[in-house]
């Protein structure tokens, strides 16, 4: 039941006792919000004492009752029972005299199908609406609360800040129902393989813009220097395809060092990266790989001065892939992620308490469901012109959840971004949200704040109300406070939890294993759907770094590259799994289709039969070893300062000449080297 203490302007604290978790159940196939089956959640009325000494007698009278369980009725809730009410004294008071069980002890279908009905009707505050007493008319009563709805953007505009916004956890709140249709966007048949999956993210007008940008970079810098480089060609499509698709796979086979890849031990080489192309080629690539033209590029301070200018190019082709290939599911979660770099950048974020105490952040919006990334923004640091009075949290909701407004998804996210004025734009905007926040941020109640509430005991709680915005204190491990605009006051679940189970060690404990599940301690509803809905950034986090993209450097903006790189091959994966239904692509001979197979099969196909600089140069040794200088291979003096002999290095002798074959681009002997090297 629902006491109060004396001495406090708190508007209710809710309690539950073990006593309930024996109440009658129904099947949870049809759970809120992607609630697990096992949840077993009740809905406590909110009684408003009407003064202290009545507060006081109706304490004494339950002492002498035996306690709060001793003079429970059926539904659980004696004093609920004992008093005839009808469904407006219901939904005036905010609650009901029933209790909602989702598990798997079963009862009786048409119990079911009311547990289900109360939660899914618009008003979430399930009242005992269809009852034979009742003598309200629900057509008009969803038409009002359906009206309240779209007209509480009028009462969001009110001061939050204000003493009289918050009031008692006694108001219907009305939540509309998510329609969309949602799922992967494409029209790829069932022959589609990996690499048709991946172009969809990241097309292939991607890759030629890599090779022209690179091509453009390349002779830039050799201007600039005053020098040509001797070791540099242009690169084309089939070319960067192959160097990409090498980075993947050293995502899977991991070396400390790149040039292990192509080294002559045959425990450590591979044998198809030297296939594919040369160390040197590779490292040339790597040195001139770029997304913009660098010499229009503005620097700080001038007009147009773009601090991502070097990855805006991939932004504006991958965000809009991203958010086209997935319509969103109706829970999403938004997150933070955090990329290390070892490069300069001023955006880089120190973060002393978490794992990773420098790097790159990166805000994201993904579906909680599948771990899909819908959209991600890069931070660059706090606008110096900012015209919108509003935190770092709250612009970065906003725009990643832009173009969901009117469509009713649930968003999750945690108190980085959680306040008032953010849930109160969102519910303006036709989105919900949970999640907790920081007592002390503008608009959170007073009394609810750690020096008014004092100390809660564990399933204990106050909330507070305003229209669907409701503030959250309880105590589960720790002291949380949380906002929702989805989910009604009053709800209490109790989730599984074993540890519970085991720490009893009595007949009840034993009887609640061997039915398949004990429960832990009871927990408000917004909590529940915070634990059970903010995951979709860590399932994404989890498929990107199994496997990295890429080699550390010293280039920020090179970083950003790879992430959104393995963020595209992540996203395809999921849209493949989701669209074949787990059935693995025409040719694969194991039996379960993972993310290593999809990113070896992807890096195989980006490579195909490609053949680098080393193959021409086998070829052209091979065709021109009878007579090589009929085709211009002579030797010649290649430089003032003397470096290793090719032929010899290639025998394991160490012997340096400042001659060697200006063709084959290699130093050699005076003597026989020449020849030997050319046969």
Not at 70 to 89: K, L, M, Q, W
């Amino acid at each position: 039941m629902a006491t109060a203490r004396k001495g406090r302007e708190l508007f209710t604290i809710l309690e539950t006792s073990a006593d309930a978790e024996s109440s009658t159940a129904c099947d949870g196939r049809d759970s809120p919000l992607n609630l697990s089956a096992d949840v077993k959640w009740f809905e406590i009325p909110y009684r408003k004492p009407d003064s202290d000494e009545e507060e006081e007698v109706r304490e004494e009278e339950e002492e002498d009752d035996g306690g709060v369980g001793g003079g429970e009725g059926e539904n659980g809730f004696a004093a609920a029972a004992a008093e005839p009410a009808d469904a407006a004294s219901f939904i005036a008071g905010g609650g009901c005299n029933i209790i909602l069980v989702t598990g798997s002890n079963g009862i009786a279908h048409d119990e079911e199908e009311y547990a289900e009905d109360c939660y899914y009707s618009t008003s979430t505050n399930c009242s005992d609406a269809t009852s034979n007493d009742s003598d309200i008319d629900f057509s008009d009563l969803e038409e009002e609360e359906r009206r309240s709805f779209f007209c509480f953007g009028d009462d969001l505009d009110d001061d939050c800040a204000s003493p009289d916004f918050w009031g008692e956890p006694d108001q219907v709140i009305s939540i509309e129902p998510f329609s969309a249709v949602c799922g992967p966007q494409h029209s790829l048949g069932d022959d589609a393989d990996t690499r048709d999956y991946f172009r969809i993210l990241f097309p292939d007008s991607l890759f030629e813009h890599m090779v022209e940008q690179t091509n453009k970079y390349a002779l830039y810098r050799q201007r600039r220097s005053g020098k040509s480089d001797p070791h540099w060609h242009p690169t084309d499509v089939r070319e960067m395809k192959a160097y990409v698709g090498l980075n993947i796979l050293m995502g899977i086979n991991q070396l400390p060092d790149t040039g292990m890849y192509w080294a002559s031990d045959i425990f450590i080489g591979n044998a198809g990266f030297k296939k594919t192309m040369t160390a040197r080629r590779f490292e040339k690539l790597t040195q001139y790989l770029q997304l913009c033209d660098r010499e229009f590029e503005p620097g700080r301070g001038e007009r147009g001065y773009d601090g991502l200018f070097k990855v805006r190019p991939l932004l504006d082709v991958v965000e809009n892939t991203m958010w086209d290939a997935y319509v969103p599911n109706r829970c999403l979660t938004v997150d933070k992620c955090s990329i290390v770099t070892k490069g300069r950048f001023s955006p880089a974020q120190c973060m002393p308490a978490k794992p990773l105490r420098k790097g790159l952040t990166v805000w994201m919006l993904c579906d909680s469901r599948s771990g899909y990334c819908h959209r991600a923004k890069i931070y660059v640091g706090r606008p110096v012109d900012d015209e919108v009075a509003a935190s770092v949290g709250y612009r970065a909701v906003t725009s990643l959840v832009r173009g969901l407004e009117g469509q009713f998804h649930h968003v999750f996210m945690d108190s980085f971004f959680t306040s008032v004025p953010l849930l109160q734009r969102l519910l303006r905007n036709g989105i919900y949200a949970c999640g907790p926040t920081q007592p002390g941020r503008k608009g959170y109640p007073e009394v609810l704040r750690p020096r008014n509430v004092g100390k809660l005991s564990q399933g204990e709680f106050y909330q507070c109300q305003r229209g669907n915005l409701v503030a959250t204190v309880t105590r589960d491990l720790k002291v949380v406070s949380c906002l929702s605009t989805n989910s009604a006051p009053g709800i209490v679940g109790i989730s599984p939890d074993q540890r519970e189970g085991e720490a009893h060690g009595d007949e009840e404990s034993d009887s609640m294993e061997s039915s398949g599940a004990s429960y832990g301690m009871p927990r408000p509803l917004p909590l529940l759907l915070y634990q059970e809905n903010m995951r979709g950034v860590d399932l994404c986090d989890q498929l990107r770094e199994c496997y990295q993209v890429g080699r550390p450097c010293k280039k920020w903006w090179r970083y950003f590259l790879w992430f959104y790189v393995n963020l595209c091959i992540v996203n395809a994966y999921i849209i493949q799994r989701e669209s074949r239904g787990g059935t693995p692509p025409a040719g694969f001979n194991g039996k379960q289709f993972t993310q290593r197979h999809f990113r070896v099969r992807l890096a195989q196909q980006l490579i195909g039969d490609y053949q680098g600089a080393r193959g021409m140069e086998r070829a052209a040794r091979k065709r021109h070893a009878d007579s090589p200088v009929e085709y211009g291979h002579r030797l010649e003096r290649m430089s003032e300062r003397s470096r290793r002999c090719r032929n010899c290095t290639n025998k394991g002798l160490r012997h340096e000449s400042v001659f060697g074959c200006k063709i084959c681009n290699v130093h050699l002997c005076r003597g026989g080297c020449f020849s030997e090297f050319h046969k």
